[in-house]
């Protein structure tokens, strides 16, 4: 008995090898990420005239980009999320017509790069700070041809 | 009985490993804390800085003011299957010289939250 559930073992591990070439499967998700999101939550603390510059990176860490503006210095903390999502289609036909498999790729996917700024008067202490979102342009995308 | 088991365990561990991928990367020297201590307000200079830090990956200029550059990035990437997921993490440095050339200001501190191996691309059901 013991040996029959080994050979079937094999026997399953030797198909699932022999489908290497499809581990890939019939679809995929991929995501990349650059920094974790700040929230609004997180940039609480910061009050415009108070804060100042040690106080931010404390809690924030550095950011991604200093920037000159006029009277004030602008910092940008980058946050980038991107999703891809991709099916083939015509996977299944390589087991209806072995010697023909065509792959019928359709999918898609965005990326979205939130910013949050923070400007400085020429002390060091917090001007203004804002959120840009663009998170929404980044999603799974399973039909490309939509408007 | 037991080599039996350990094949099987083998085996079922070789297969779930099949089609996975980790890997890590970076961009640019990561650069110590310690260093960065050295650097001291209202006394070092360029030369001090860029004697500790080594030359900046950029020099910008804003509102009078020369700025140090430095810059990090560490990659984790992981595939399982049908899924895969990377993370970046950036890590700059500011160090802001006032018009005689000291150090006016050094901006240095780690992003929030670990960089982490992840396959799992979605947000659910963790989040």
Not at chain 1, 25 to 41: A, K, M, Y
Not at chain 1, 57 to 73: F, K, M, T, Y
Not at chain 2, 39 to 60: E, F, N, Y
Request: glycine residues 10%; aromatic residues 14%; negative net charge.
């Amino acid at each position: 008995m013991m040996l029959r559930n080994l050979c079937i073992c094999l026997i399953l591990a030797l198909a699932f090898v022999s489908l290497n070439g499809c581990s890939q499967g019939p679809v995929t998700w991929r995501r990349v990420t650059l920094n974790q999101t700040i929230s609004t939550d997180d940039v609480i603390f910061i009050v415009p005239g108070k804060t100042d510059i040690s106080a931010v990176v404390e809690r924030l860490g550095a950011p991604n980009e200093i920037l000159a503006s006029h009277d004030e210095i602008v910092t940008r903390y980058y946050f980038t999320d991107g999703k891809y999502f991709k099916a083939n289609y015509g996977w299944g036909f390589r087991f209806v017509i072995p010697f023909f498999a065509p792959d019928l790729d359709l999918g898609g996917g965005g990326i979205g790069r939130d910013v949050f700024q923070v400007t400085y008067d020429n002390h060091w202490l917090v001007r203004g700070h804002a959120f840009a979102f663009h998170s929404r342009s980044s999603e799974f995308l399973a039909w490309p041809f939509r408007d | 009985m037991r080599s039996s088991s350990c094949i099987l365990g083998l085996l079922v561990v070789a297969l779930l490993c099949q089609g996975c991928a980790f890997i890590r990367g970076n961009y640019g020297e990561e650069i110590g804390q310690g260093d960065i201590t050295t650097i001291q307000k209202g006394i070092s200079t360029r030369a001090d800085v860029a004697a500790v830090l080594g030359a900046p990956d950029r020099i910008l200029e804003a509102n009078g003011r020369e700025i140090f550059h430095y810059y990090h990035y560490d990659v984790k990437s992981g595939s399982v299957f049908i899924f895969s997921r990377t993370n970046i993490k950036s890590d700059d440095i500011f160090v802001i010289f006032n018009g005689t050339g000291v150090v006016e200001e050094v901006v240095s501190g780690k992003r929030k939250g670990p960089l982490e191996f992840q396959f799992w691309p979605f947000d659910w059901p963790f989040h």
